[in-house]
């Protein structure tokens, strides 16, 4: 038998092989997954431990599931995002470091007490979720279009529930509709992670991200679908004094800013992902 060192250098040679960008990260994650062993414990007493052979034949598996390109977000099941944690797999958009952004963005700008919240295009909930864990009293309301999304946005709500963050609820809908719009009342904010990506631009994307539901990545001929109906449909519901905020693709900010400023959107402020990139417009309706 294999010591669980061999078996975790294995792993990782492995991923090395199908070109993996984090091989000794996303080994370490799996590794931790079957074994629930950390990486101190891993280097403290790995040399020395060896592995029941169905732990390592999971381990492997999953190995190779990863290899193969499957999003280890998705081979995990579970993912952390801010202090949360959240379910997510096939059929949803992983929530990712960049989105915090927009998350952290909202909850300083908005002002009033005990808000009414609406997160478009929600996912998994991570922007509704993450909000309402960050501005207490706010209510917030996630729309998500899609079944197998909305599976995962109704697992997470019970999840984080469990987690003290509560006052999120679900609604099926397509917000490009007015008809779904109308049944909205007036509220003191609207964020949103919508899909933005050019529909051409799809098919260059990176295997591994194409795995992910088209539904939650393209944003029209020129990716501005959304932001479009963002500012014709939704800005008219937000008090005056409210905030609107959305996550941005590279490059977007000066046409997501113009769409926003016309529908009546003042005190425009981008924000900057960790990679310096602007990832997120906000606003003030006046």
Same mark, same amino acid.
């Given at each position: 038998?294999?010591?669980?060192?061999?078996?975790?250098?294995? *792993?990782?040679?492995?991923?090395?092989? !199908?070109?993996?960008?984090?091989?000794?990260?996303?080994?370490?994650?799996?590794?931790?997954?079957?074994?629930?062993?950390?990486?101190?414990?891993?280097?403290?007493?790995?040399?020395?431990?060896?592995?029941?052979?169905?732990?390592?034949?999971?381990?492997?598996?999953?190995?190779?599931?990863?290899?193969? *390109?499957?999003?280890?977000?998705?081979?995990?099941?579970?993912?952390?995002?801010?202090?949360?944690?959240?379910?997510?797999?096939?059929?949803?958009?992983?929530?990712?470091?960049?989105?915090?952004?927009?998350?952290?963005? !909202?909850?300083?700008?908005?002002?009033?007490?005990?808000?009414?919240?609406?997160?478009?295009?929600? *996912?998994?909930?991570?922007?509704?979720?993450?909000?309402?864990?960050?501005?207490?009293?706010?209510?917030?309301?996630?729309?998500?279009?899609?079944?197998?999304?909305?599976?995962?946005?109704?697992?997470?709500?019970?999840?984080?529930?469990?987690?003290?963050?509560?006052?999120?609820?679900?609604?099926?809908?397509?917000?490009?509709?007015?008809?779904?719009?109308?049944?909205?009342?007036?509220?003191?904010?609207?964020?949103?992670?919508?899909?933005?990506?050019?529909?051409?631009?799809?098919?260059?994307?990176?295997?591994?991200?194409?795995?992910?539901?088209?539904?939650?990545?393209? *944003?029209?001929?020129?990716?501005?679908?959304?932001?479009? !109906?963002?500012?014709?449909?939704?800005?008219?519901?937000?008090?005056?004094?409210?905030?609107?905020?959305?996550?941005?693709?590279?490059?977007?900010?000066?046409?997501?800013?113009?769409?926003?400023?016309?529908?009546?959107?003042?005190?425009?402020?981008?924000?900057?992902?960790?990679?310096?990139?602007?990832?997120?417009?906000?606003?003030?309706?006046?």
């Amino acid at each position: 038998m294999r010591t669980l060192q061999m078996i975790y250098t294995q *792993g990782k040679q492995r991923l090395q092989k !199908a070109g993996n960008e984090s091989p000794a990260f996303d080994a370490m994650c799996l590794f931790t997954h079957v074994f629930r062993m950390d990486r101190q414990a891993l280097l403290l007493r790995g040399g020395a431990m060896q592995a029941a052979p169905e732990q390592e034949a999971a381990f492997f598996a999953l190995i190779e599931e990863r290899a193969n *390109g499957r999003p280890l977000q998705y081979i995990l099941g579970r993912w952390p995002f801010l202090h949360l944690e959240l379910t997510m797999g096939e059929g949803v958009l992983i929530a990712r470091e960049d989105t915090a952004v927009l998350v952290e963005t !909202a909850a300083e700008l908005i002002q009033a007490e005990q808000p009414a919240v609406l997160d478009l295009c929600a *996912g998994t909930g991570a922007v509704g979720l993450g909000l309402a864990s960050l501005v207490p009293g706010a209510r917030v309301t996630c729309v998500e279009r899609y079944a197998p999304a909305f599976a995962y946005l109704q697992q997470n709500i019970g999840l984080c529930r469990e987690q003290g963050v509560a006052n999120v609820s679900a609604v099926r809908g397509d917000v490009l509709s007015r008809t779904f719009a109308a049944s909205f009342g007036q509220v003191d904010a609207v964020v949103s992670n919508p899909p933005y990506i050019e529909t051409a631009v799809l098919p260059t994307l990176q295997a591994e991200v194409q795995r992910e539901p088209r539904t939650a990545l393209d *944003g029209g001929e020129d990716g501005l679908l959304f932001y479009r !109906a963002l500012a014709d449909i939704w800005v008219p519901k937000i008090k005056p004094g409210g905030v609107i905020a959305v996550e941005i693709g590279e490059g977007q900010e000066a046409e997501v800013s113009r769409l926003f400023s016309a529908a009546g959107i003042e005190r425009i402020q981008l924000k900057k992902d960790c990679g310096d990139i602007i990832r997120v417009v906000a606003g003030f309706k006046k």
